[in-house]
């Protein structure tokens, strides 16, 4: 089945760590995304790529990194820095940019500081 | 930057009923999309619509778009208890290429 797959569903991480989330597709898409959202909230969006080796800030990048070194994968790692880091993180994907494209989305992690 | 705003932010209706959601945007747009998102799982798309469109069906849901208005529209027909879940509109600015969330609206079918 083609689809989206985070991983881990669930994360505890205790202040000053940093922690990474997996984001795997096997869809062929160009684009991949990374969203946060918090209770009762939208989707704000921390990075995107558009193709391999490239990437871009979103609105709340800060405290956030990302690689975009294969086609199919899109770690992103949430840093000490990140203030506030307990939230629902959502990657998605989309076969070309998402102004012209839909997205598909992964289960989700979630994140939760100790 | 949150660019659509839907109305209700709730809504709880009896199995059967329809349940309409309404979304609206502030700066010009290529296209509107409406997802879904189950408690605690990833977005579903649903529908997407065009600025040049006013109107698409997909089974028991019907979008419509007003771009004089800046607003669109989602009617879930006679729904089901499945049918709840949170429903989120995502709109693509002109000249801006990346999809905008709003904050959702939470939909209650009571069996």
């Known amino acids: 089945d083609g689809g989206i797959t985070q991983s881990p569903k669930y994360l505890f991480r205790k202040e000053g760590q940093n922690v990474t989330l997996s984001c795997e597709q096997n869809l062929n898409h160009d684009a991949m995304y990374w969203y946060r959202q918090d209770p009762g909230q939208g989707l704000r969006l921390i990075y995107y790529s558009q193709i391999v080796n490239d990437f871009q800030k979103g609105d709340i990048a800060e405290g956030y990194s990302v690689s975009r070194e294969k086609k199919e994968s899109f770690p992103l790692t949430v840093t000490s820095a990140q203030k506030n880091p307990t939230a629902f993180y959502l990657c998605?994907?989309?076969?070309?940019?998402?102004?012209?494209?839909?997205?598909?989305f992964g289960a989700g992690s979630r994140l939760t500081v100790l | 930057s949150q660019q659509g705003e839907e109305d209700p932010q709730a809504l709880s209706i009896q199995e059967g009923e329809n349940a309409t959601m309404n979304c609206s945007y502030k700066?010009?747009?290529?296209?509107l999309q409406w997802y879904r998102q189950n408690s605690g799982r990833g977005l579903v798309h649903l529908i997407l619509?065009?600025?040049?469109?006013r109107e698409k069906h997909s089974g028991r849901l019907r979008v419509t778009l007003d771009t004089s208005k800046k607003s669109s529209s989602l009617l879930i027909t006679a729904s089901r208890a499945a049918d709840t879940a949170s429903y989120f509109c995502a709109t693509v600015p002109v000249g801006g290429g990346k999809l905008i969330f709003g904050q959702g609206t939470e939909l209650s079918v009571k069996p």
């Open positions: 619509i065009r600025s040049n469109e």
């Open positions: 998605a994907s989309s076969l070309g940019p998402s102004g012209a494209n839909v997205l598909t």
């Open positions: 700066t010009s747009i290529n296209n």
